[in-house]
């Protein structure tokens, strides 16, 4: 099925550093979603938006819908260990509809 | 809030058998459910979509034959996977929206359910 352009695939940090990632699409979502997964789990739900523009933090992570709907992104400030996991953007079209998913960026954090 | 729970976590079985994987959402009423399977350093896979009450929708290439799902109740949908073969090994994670009371139609996903096929 369709997927979203997720980059970077992987990165490697060291503890402190800044991250940031990005989710793009060639059509419109109305909703764009960030999860992080770790090994043997279920996605986990970081941060929703719902409106073209906004911009949310939640804790050390911000994400920003893109004006054009289009795009997204999520960043992570002071990267700590525990940050170490996979992250998935997901955009959704309509309210309760199926999410179309990135491919994930791998995340690793350096002591 | 906003809680999925899946069981088993982990199940073996041999070739041929047929395996039940139930989905719950224990804190909220959830109207649609999906069903994913994810295979190592690979995304999550849509299979199908079931809203309470209804037959599920597949999506191409997946066959209802094989992956039967049942969503009877607001809470629990299963997904068996019949006469399970190798190649259906994989990690199976169930998610469900509904209204939650923190947002409405937001998916919560389930803490997946690894299958190995012998």
């Known amino acids: 099925g369709q997927q979203l352009n997720q980059s970077p695939q992987s990165m490697f940090i060291q503890e402190g550093e800044d991250v940031s990632m990005n989710c793009t699409s060639s059509?419109?979502?109305?909703?764009w979603l960030w999860y992080k997964q770790d090994p043997g789990e279920g996605p986990v739900l970081l941060i929703a938006?719902?409106?073209?523009?906004e911009l949310t933090s939640n804790g050390r992570l911000t994400a920003q819908f893109g004006i054009t709907r289009k795009d997204s992104f999520l960043n992570i400030s002071a990267s700590i260990p525990s940050d170490v996991g996979i992250y998935f953007c997901?955009?959704?079209?309509?309210?309760?509809?199926?999410?179309?998913f990135g491919e994930g960026t791998q995340l690793t954090v350096n002591p | 809030g906003a809680v999925v729970s899946q069981h088993p976590s982990w199940v073996i079985c041999k070739s041929g058998t047929s395996v039940k994987i139930e989905c719950r959402s224990l804190d909220f009423q959830a109207t649609t459910m999906f069903w994913y399977r994810q295979f190592p350093k690979q995304s999550l896979m849509l299979m199908a979509t079931s809203n309470e009450g209804s037959k599920a929708t597949y999506e191409q290439g997946v066959e209802k034959d094989k992956f039967l799902i049942n969503h009877a109740s607001l809470t629990l949908s299963t997904l068996t996977v019949t006469s399970a073969h190798p190649e259906d090994s994989s990690f199976y994670i169930c998610s469900a929206s509904g209204t939650s009371g923190r947002s409405t139609d937001t998916q919560y996903f389930g803490p997946g359910t690894r299958l190995t096929v012998l």
């Open positions: 059509s419109i979502f109305n909703t």
């Open positions: 997901a955009g959704q079209l309509t309210s309760g509809s199926r999410l179309t």
């Open positions: 938006l719902y409106k073209a523009g």
